[in-house]
C-alpha cells in the first residue's frame, strides 16, 4: 500500500484492480488551467469510461446495527473484507448506527453481491454479541447515477450524513467512512501498518475470523482496514474541479439533498442548526428574497409549508426560523397524538 500512495511513478496494470483506475486518474491526468467547460467535458468521457456508477443504501428503519466505536470499526473492516472478494470500486460510503450507504462502482450485480455480502458479514457480527437481527428485511435501495451531476451530489449527500443526527460531527472528522479522507492530504500521515506484517493470531483478531486471507496491499489504520488500502478515493475527487467545489457540494444544494432524501425515504434531511440556510437558499429560488425575513406574512406561510413538505421540518424549526406563531403552525400542521 506504501507505494500505492507513494509518488513513484508506475505501470497502472500492476496496480491491483480496486487501485488501477484510481492511480491513472491522480498521476495521468492534470485538470490544472483547463476551463469549466473542457473539465465537464472531460468528467462527462471519464464517467463513460469508468462507470456504471450506482449507490446503494440500507433501509433506515432498520435496528441499530453499530453501538460503539468497536462495532464501527468492525463495520469499516468487514466492508474491507467483502469488498476484495468482488470485482467493484468503492468511491464512497458511510456507515451509521442503523444503516449504510454505498457508492459503487461496477455491474448492477456485483454492485448488490457486495452489499449482500456485507450483510452476511454484519449478520453474524451481531450475532457473535447474541443479538439476534432481522438482516433478512435489510433490502438494498439501488440507484443508477446517470451523470456526472447526479455523481457529485450523491457523493456530498453520503458524506454529509453523519452530520444530520449529530451537528457535533463533522464529515471531516467522521472516522467510519470516507468523508474525512477527500481531499485531505493530511491523512496520508497518519501512521498505517502493513497487514502482512500482523501475526497470524492478531489478524484473526481484527477480522474475528480464522479466514485471513485478504490482499497484500491493505493496511491497518486505527485499529480497523484503512479506507485508503479499499476504496478509490481519487476516483470520487477526480469529479470535483477542487476541494473547493467539492465542499460546496456538502454544504450548499439543499434542494438536491431534499431530493434524495425523499427518494431514500430518509427522516431526516437537514441538521436543526443548517435549518435557516435551507430556509434562506428556498427563499432565493422561490420568492426572490436573501432570508425569511423579507418575507410577507402570506409568503412565509407558502414557505413554510414547503420546509414541512420538502425538508421535513418541524414545528419548532418553522416557529425559530419563520417567527411564526405556534399555534398557526400546529393548525396547519397538527401533530400526531402521542400513545398511551
Known sequence: MNEILSDQVMNPDELPYLFRHSYVHKYGNSDSGRSFYEFERECEKRFKENGPYFHICSPENFMSIFLD???????VTRLAVAASSCSVRIIAFELMN??????????EQECV???????????R??????IEAPFNLMIPNVIPINDVRMLRTEIAYVHRNCIIPDPERSPFSYLWGTGFIYFNELIYLFPQENYCSLTLREKRELLHSRQVDLPAYFSIMNGMISPLSFCSIDEGQMYFRNAMSYFLALFNDYESYSRIAKRDNDSAIVSYDEFFYAAC????????????????????IKLARRMHDDF???NAQLNRVLGIDRSVLNELFPMPLKRK
Open 312 to 314: 421535513h421540518a418541524t
Open 281 to 300: 437558499s428556498v427563499c432565493k429560488t422561490d420568492f426572490g428574497v436573501s432570508s425569511p425575513n423579507r418575507l410577507s406574512n402570506e409568503d412565509k
Open 113 to 123: 453481491r457486495l452489499f449482500e455480502t456485507y450483510r452476511s458479514k454484519l449478520a
Open 98 to 107: 442503523n444503516h449504510v450507504y454505498l457508492i459503487l462502482a461496477g455491474q
Open 69 to 75: 466505536d468497536s462495532d464501527f470499526k468492525q463495520g
Open 125 to 130: 457480527m451481531t450475532k457473535a454479541k447474541g
